[in-house]
Each structure stands twice: as C-alpha cells, then as structure tokens.
C-alpha cells in the first residue's frame, strides 16, 4: 500500500484546491491511498509560542502524518503570483523540530487550481526553492494546473467536471511507492517543460 499525504493550501469552505484534492483522492488507484491533512488549526508560526509550548499538536499530527506516508501532495492555491501564505506557513511549522526528517528524500508533488487562465502555474513554480531547501524528492513526472476552475466546480467546490481527472493516470504512474522510500533514484525525462495550460481544464 502505497500512503500519500495530501494537504490544501485553502481554508475557504468551498475551496477549488481543497476539491481537487478530494478529487484525487477519489480517483487514486488500487493500492494507492491519499490521506487528507487538516491545516485549520494550524497557528501563525511564531517563534515565541514555539519557546513556550513547543510544536502545536495540530502540526506534530501532520508531521507524523507526513512521516509515515510515501509522499506528499501540496494541492496550492495560487495568491499574487506566488505560494499561499497559509500552506507556507504550514510548511514552515511542519520544518521545526524533528519535522525535517519527515520532509528529507520524501517524494512531493505540487498540484493546484484556479480561476485564471495559468491553473497556479506560478505558484508551482514558487515552490521549488522551499522543497529543495526541505530536502524533498522531485516528483514532477507529470504537471496538474487546473486553469479557470470556476467553471468545473460547483458552489461547494466539488470536482464536476471530468476533464481533470483524465489526466491523473498518468500522474499516478509516477506515484512514489516503498521502494523510493528506501532511496531507489530513477532518473525520468522530465516532461514538465512541455506542459501548456490547457484552454480551459487540467493540464499534464
Ligand atoms: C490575495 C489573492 C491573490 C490572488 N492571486 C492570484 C494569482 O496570482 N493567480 C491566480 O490564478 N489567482 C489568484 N487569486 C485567485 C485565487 O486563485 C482564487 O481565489 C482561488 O479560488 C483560491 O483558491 P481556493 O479556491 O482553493 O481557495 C488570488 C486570490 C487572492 C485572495
């Protein structure tokens, strides 16, 4: 059984980002099981209540969620052109303490969805630079930016339109099973640079 976490860069209740991770973790495959994180009782890192009382409880539940999965999904909203406070600030608490360890060799890959015609495709890129400085595997064999989501959710930010999902096989194939836990490094093509947003829709 491969375990993936899968963690929203949103607290708006009927997030876009926040439904296609359960959409994803609809579609995931046999063997294949996509756990949702809850970030909404994350606190604004603070160096001071870190001092005091140590990690929030709400972030080591993450950290160890994160600990015992295969890999990591960020499902990231897209805010200025860049990463979303919110999920950086998750981050950045699940980085303290022995939270490195968690993130070190750990497969992650940065989906997201938005309105606007680019599908967070500034924002995925805005990630790189943390993951690389959390010591986190690549797993970009395939890119998802769902561009002018608006239109394929409902009001609840439920996933109602089939389009992105008929891209998610091929994401899966690259899924992280126990074996790149244990370190196995294969070296892919990476086809990402060829990957245009779709008019409207999912993107690979
Ligand atoms: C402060 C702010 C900045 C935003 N900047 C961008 C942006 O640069 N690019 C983009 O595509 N959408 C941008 N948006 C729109 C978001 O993509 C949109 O609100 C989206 O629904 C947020 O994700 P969610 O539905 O998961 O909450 C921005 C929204 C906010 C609130």
């Known amino acids: 059984m491969t375990t993936i976490l899968g963690?929203?860069?949103s607290l708006r209740r009927a997030s876009l980002n926040s439904g296609l991770?359960?959409?994803?973790?609809?579609?995931?495959?046999?063997?294949?099981?996509?756990?949702?994180?809850d970030i909404a009782q994350v606190p604004l890192y603070d160096g001071d209540l870190e001092a005091a009382s140590g990690i929030p409880a709400a972030v080591s539940a993450l950290t160890d969620q994160l600990a015992a999965a295969d890999g990591l999904l960020l499902v990231s909203p897209e805010y200025n052109n860049g990463v979303p406070g919110v999920l950086k600030n998750v981050i950045d608490w699940m980085s303290r303490g022995q939270g490195m360890a968690a993130f070190k060799g750990k497969p992650v890959a940065v989906i997201g969805a938005s309105p606007g015609n680019f599908g967070t495709a500034h924002a995925q890129s805005h990630w790189l630079p943390v993951l690389r400085m959390l010591?986190?595997?690549p797993w970009w064999d395939g890119r998802l930016m769902v561009s002018r989501a608006g239109d394929l959710f409902d009001d609840q930010g439920t996933l109602t339109d089939t389009r992105p999902a008929k891209s998610w096989p091929n994401s899966w194939r690259a899924l992280p099973g126990p074996s790149a836990r244990a370190g196995r490094d294969r070296h892919r093509p990476c086809r990402a640079d060829?990957?245009?947003p779709a008019r409207h829709g999912a993107v690979l």
């Open 7 to 9: 963690l929203s860069g």
């Open 135 to 137: 010591a986190t595997r």
């Open 194 to 196: 060829r990957a245009r």
């Open 21 to 37: 991770l359960r959409a994803a973790a609809d579609a995931a495959p046999d063997g294949v099981t996509i756990t949702i994180g």
